[in-house]
């Protein structure tokens, strides 16, 4: 599948974007990058940790350097973003000058907050209270609605089902 687009999927904090990448992977025979894990690797620090020590804005220079590492470097043709990464206008343009196709998982904030409880999930800086993730998540849309797939993500919605509805999105 080398000769298909890149595929980068966006979306909030629990819409499913790193599990949706992995089994995008898995039935593109690619393979897969989770940008957090990236930056951790890299770092030798989570995002929770770099934001924690050194703030958002630091972070968020960080997240932007490693995507680019990632798109100029790597073989992923599956890009799981961070949350907050498509709300920077500079990682837009990174996507758009690699020719990937962006994936919005627009799943409602209530199965987002959810899925962020449920997972307990200390991991998540940008999350720490019900209001403010509500906030982030409403400031978010705007940036989130600028990709050029959209796929929504209901409560009830299989991977499988959503991997084949990107798919499809990608060949059109």
């Not at 690619?30 to 703030?55: H, K, N, S, V, Y």
């Not at 990682?91 to 307990?120: T, Y």
């Amino acid at each position: 599948m080398s000769h298909s687009p890149r595929i980068v999927i966006t979306g909030f904090m629990g819409a499913g974007k790193t599990t949706v990448a992995c089994a995008l992977a898995a039935h593109l025979d690619c393979q897969m990058l989770d940008l957090d894990d990236f930056i951790t690797a890299r770092t030798g620090r989570t995002p929770q940790e770099i934001i924690d020590e050194e703030g958002e804005p630091r972070f968020r220079e960080i997240e932007t350097a490693a995507l680019r590492q990632a798109l100029e470097q790597t073989p992923a043709r599956a890009i799981a973003l961070g949350g907050g990464a498509w709300a920077i206008a500079d990682n837009r343009a990174l996507v758009a000058q690699h020719n990937c196709v962006s994936v919005w998982l627009d799943a409602p904030f209530n199965l987002c907050w959810r899925r962020i409880v449920n997972a307990n999930d200390a991991a998540r800086p940008l999350a720490r209270d019900r209001g403010s993730a509500q906030l982030r998540y409403d400031e978010r849309r705007q940036f989130y609605q600028l990709a050029a797939a959209r796929v929504e993500i209901k409560a009830t919605s299989g991977v499988a089902d959503v991997v084949a509805e990107i798919v499809e999105l990608v060949k059109r």
